[in-house]
């Protein structure tokens, strides 16, 4: 077979069925083989093929007999004979690379007969790497056969180029700023300088003005920088007005600057007041400035003097406590109560407004009937009566009474007048629009209203008309006056002065007084006689007297032949008394009418109970051989009176006691005492001492001696 088959058009291939012939089919780039697939021209079913894709074509016998393929443009006549018995063992081999094609060489072991197998070359085993294009450089693959080395370049692609990120940093006014050009992939870099801007100044003023400098700020917009130009303040440029002064207000000077309005006054003339003249018509008095024709009226009101001292009150009521003009609350207070209106019994009729009551039964305008069986008078007519109670408002039943001559009208709030008809038995009670005089007799308490010999008679709880009677329990009325609403109003004085308050229309013109006594001793008190003080107020004269007491001499005693000597050193009276001596010895017992020293022994000590007027106190003793020989003072001895032990003190008689659970009291009253065993109980309880104190316990006691007074 021929290494090519580029310049044939016609092969015949010869096989045995043991043996295949293959070829590259590389080179054969033109015929009708489409890189899959050869057309076959004819086929005797002796022939198969194999075929890889653009790389080798075979055939191998299966069977005797002649077949061809057209494949590429070439007829390939095959003849197929059959297969001798040889025994072919490879003899030779030839290795093939990846350009050269390699063999083997069979030999038949029993005739020797040999062919050769082409193994077809490798071909190279390329190994790409790929070398990226860089900003300088283009890129390329490189391709390396892994079983020869050989290599070639391909596939080249050009450079990229540099990208540059620019970093700057700006220029100021006076400092270079710079732009630094860094390639995002290869890190070149390069810089360019940006020139210093210099400063750009705009101007902020502030213009002078009278009392402050003007300013011109530049400042810089681009980096802050700033510097100040001032002009001077200018100063007030002031003009004067001249204001006249009034009565009620000051003249003056206005100096006022033009330019910023600032101003000042000076030269004040003071306001000279208004000069009022009085004028009087009838109850009006008219004040009229003669500078400035202002003008005031005042209404002549009653005025109501008033004196007090300081914590004095004046006491009033008025139905009006309207206060029109307040007083000087530094001087005085006024206080005002209201007074409720109401209805008050009376003893004695004058005129008025009266509720006319007769055993509860309250007489009123309502027309009513009553049938008079008992006296054979028939229906009467009369006015009704409600019950009366305290408290109630019976303002539309209130009957004015008033004097006239010969008596008193009693007439209804509608104006009609009460009239009874007089008659022998009982009669009629109208309401008349003709006034009727009655008499109205004082019976004590109560009243009786009559007409002749007609009495208001109430015959029943609800009924009320005309009798001939005699004053008995039902024509006695009581009457009951209406009481405005007042005011009870108090004015008190609380430091001196003088102020006035307009009250109800009258004018309390009020003076407080303050005394101011001085005192003077006008008849001096002796030890035996009172003396007297006087005070006297040094503003107002107003004086009264004390009384001095009694000094009471001031005894000094001394011994003179045998006897105490006492003598007065305010009047130089005397007296004398025997030298007695008095003892205080220890006693088991206390009887009634003398007098001891209390005392207790605690600690090798022995303290005496003392009394001070309502106080009790302690007083520590000396005692030897049974009786006290220290001082023993008055307040020391207790008497043991009534079973008591107490003193006397300013005439009266005061006792030893117990209060409340365990405390010791002085009082007029006291506790029963007994004394036995060395224990001094009080109501009970026994005398404790502790610490300074003196106490009662119910269950135990201190160590108690009584010493008795003996001369």
Not at 99 to 112: K, P
Not at 620 to 632: E, F, K, L, M, R
Not at 653 to 673: C, D, F, M, P, Q
């Amino acid at each position: 077979m021929p290494n090519s088959v580029e310049s044939f058009r016609y092969i015949q291939v010869v096989l045995t069925t043991a043996r295949n012939y293959w070829w590259q089919l590389s080179e054969i780039a033109w015929g009708s083989y489409d890189g899959a697939n050869f057309t076959r021209a004819a086929a005797s079913g002796t022939v198969t093929t194999g075929t890889s894709a653009a790389t080798e074509l075979s055939f191998t016998g299966t069977g005797a007999g002649s077949t061809y393929y057209v494949i590429g443009g070439t007829r390939y006549v095959i003849n197929v004979e059959e297969n001798p018995v040889h025994n072919y063992q490879v003899t030779a081999r030839t290795a093939p690379t990846c350009t050269e094609a390699g063999s083997i060489i069979y030999t038949c072991a029993a005739c020797g007969d040999s062919y050769t197998q082409t193994v077809p070359a490798l071909g190279h085993d390329y190994d790409a790497v790929v070398t990226a294009p860089t900003c300088g450089s283009g890129g390329y693959t490189t391709y390396t056969c892994t079983r020869c080395g050989e290599s070639h370049t391909a596939d080249e692609t050009a450079a990229l180029g540099h990208d540059y990120a620019a970093e700057i940093t700006p220029a100021s006014c006076t400092e270079d700023g710079a732009a630094r050009y860094t390639c995002t992939r290869c890190g070149d870099s390069y810089t360019e300088v940006l020139p210093a801007t210099g400063h750009h100044y705009t101007a902020s003023v502030s213009a002078a003005t009278c009392t402050q400098p003007g300013e011109t700020t530049y400042t810089c917009t681009g980096c802050g920088d700033s510097y100040t130009e001032t002009t001077p303040a200018l100063g007030h440029d002031y003009r004067s007005v001249v204001t006249a002064p009034t009565c009620t207000e000051d003249g003056y000077t206005t100096h006022t600057c033009e330019r910023c309005g600032d101003s000042y006054t000076d030269a004040v003339i003071a306001a000279p007041g208004h000069d009022y003249t009085c004028t009087k018509d009838g109850d009006t008095l008219t004040y009229t400035c003669t500078r400035c024709g202002d003008a005031y009226t005042e209404e002549l009101i009653p005025t109501v003097a008033v004196n007090l001292q300081v914590g004095g009150s004046y006491t009033f009521t008025t139905a009006n406590a309207d206060i029109t003009e307040t007083a000087d609350a530094s001087i005085v207070s006024v206080s005002v109560r209201a007074n409720a209106a109401g209805y008050s019994r009376v003893t004695s009729v004058s005129e008025g407004r009266y509720l006319l009551v007769c055993n509860g039964s309250l007489l009123t305008t309502n027309s009513s009937t009553y049938y008079s069986s008992w006296d054979g008078a028939g229906t009467v007519s009369g006015l009704a009566c409600v019950s009366y109670s305290a408290g109630g408002s019976y303002d539309a039943y209130l009957w004015t009474i008033k004097a006239v001559p010969g008596g008193y009208t009693v007439q209804s709030a509608d104006g009609r007048y009460l009239s009874l008809t007089a008659g022998t038995r009982s009669s009629n009670l109208t309401l008349s629009d003709t006034a009727q005089v009655l008499t109205i007799s004082d019976l004590g308490e109560t009243f009786s209203i009559t007409s002749g010999s007609a009495y208001l008679d109430r015959y029943s709880s609800s009924f009320a008309a005309s009798y001939p009677g005699a004053g008995n329990v039902n024509e006695q009325w009581q009457l009951y006056r209406a009481q405005e609403a007042d005011y009870d109003v108090t004015i008190t004085g609380v430091s001196e002065g003088e102020t006035s308050v307009v009250l109800g229309g009258v004018r309390y013109a009020v003076t407080v007084h303050a005394h101011h006594y001085t005192e003077e001793t006008t008849a001096p008190a002796t030890c035996t006689e009172s003396g007297t003080m006087t005070y006297t107020c040094a503003g107002c004269g107003d004086s009264y007297t004390e009384t001095i007491p009694a000094l009471g001499h001031d005894y000094v005693r001394t011994e003179q032949d045998g006897q105490y000597v006492y003598t007065c050193t305010r009047c130089g009276e005397s007296y004398t008394e025997p030298i007695v001596t008095t003892t205080y010895r220890s006693v088991s017992s206390i009887s009634s009418g003398s007098s001891y020293v209390i005392t207790v022994y605690s600690s090798g000590k022995y303290y005496a109970l003392t009394h001070t007027g309502g106080a009790l106190g302690v007083t520590a003793v000396t005692v030897s051989n049974g009786q006290i020989v220290s001082d023993v003072t008055g307040d020391m001895l207790w008497t043991y009176s009534g079973g008591k032990l107490g003193f006397t003190s300013g005439g009266a008689n005061y006792y030893l006691g117990r209060y409340g659970y365990s405390s010791l009291s002085i009082s007029t009253s006291g506790s029963r005492a007994s004394y036995s065993s060395s224990r001094l109980s009080l109501g009970g309880y026994y005398l404790r001492y502790s610490n300074g104190y003196f106490s009662l316990n119910w269950r135990s006691a201190s160590t108690c001696y009584m010493f008795e007074q003996t001369n």
